[in-house]
């Protein structure tokens, strides 16, 4: 089972690609443990990546398609994997195309722009299990600042700001959006609504999976 995930910024995709990972086995192909992975094993044209990656350059659509038809070659992904923020655009959605992948599931992440950003400016991670709390929403911490599970200060990433938060989603409108109607044409496009808890999301998705709703 092959399942692309589209969303905007803090909808829940990286919480729900775990899920499905644990539920069904298969594994998580993102762009950014790609790139990780590519710096780390020194694959061929590493140093340009970690240069731009450095000065905060957008990696470019040549660079993440090459990296992504590497992984798709391995064995883990036989019986299936999840996208996590691939295809991030149309180019690379034409190209994953050509590479005659079959898709079963594109599940876009509907949430309003405002619950988003609430979402962003409140988040918190734990540094040691990365565990991620929110104190604008239900999923706080038990003791406040502190992780309900390795008991350790929380912390906020430097770019979870309104500011910074409005330049992901002006990013995301532009390039990632499209996708949607790309693969709505494709008759492989289902809305889910990530507005409320993880757990209602996921209920969703296994719906879909499990033919119990037909968009």
Excluded: W
Excluded at 5 to 11: H, Q, R, T
Excluded at 105 to 131: A, M, Q
Aim: some cysteine; glycine content about 6%.
């Amino acid at each position: 089972m092959n399942i692309i995930l589209i969303s905007p910024p803090a909808a829940g995709k990286g919480t729900q690609s775990k899920v499905l990972k644990e539920k069904f086995n298969i594994p998580i192909l993102s762009t950014s443990s790609l790139i990780k992975n590519a710096i780390k094993d020194k694959i061929e044209g590493y140093q340009e990546i970690e240069k731009n990656m450095k000065k905060g350059k957008m990696i470019n659509n040549n660079v993440t398609n090459h990296l992504m038809k590497i992984r798709l070659n391995s064995s883990d992904c036989h019986n299936g994997y999840i996208l996590d923020g691939y295809p991030r655009n149309i180019n690379q959605a034409e190209f994953y195309d050509k590479l005659g992948q079959k898709i079963d599931y594109v599940f876009y992440f509907d949430i309003d722009k405002e619950i988003l950003k609430t979402r962003i400016v409140g988040r918190l991670i734990c540094p040691n299990c990365g565990n991620v709390y929110n104190s604008n929403t239900e999923k706080k911490p038990i003791d406040d600042g502190i992780c309900d599970f390795c008991k350790v200060s929380l912390i906020k990433r430097t770019d979870d700001t309104k500011e910074a938060f409005e330049e992901r989603y002006n990013e995301y409108m532009k390039n990632t959006y499209p996708l949607i109607d790309y693969y709505r044409k494709k008759n492989l496009l289902y809305i889910i609504d990530s507005s409320k808890t993880a757990e209602d999301t996921f209920n969703q998705i296994e719906e879909i999976i499990n033919g119990e709703r037909y968009d």
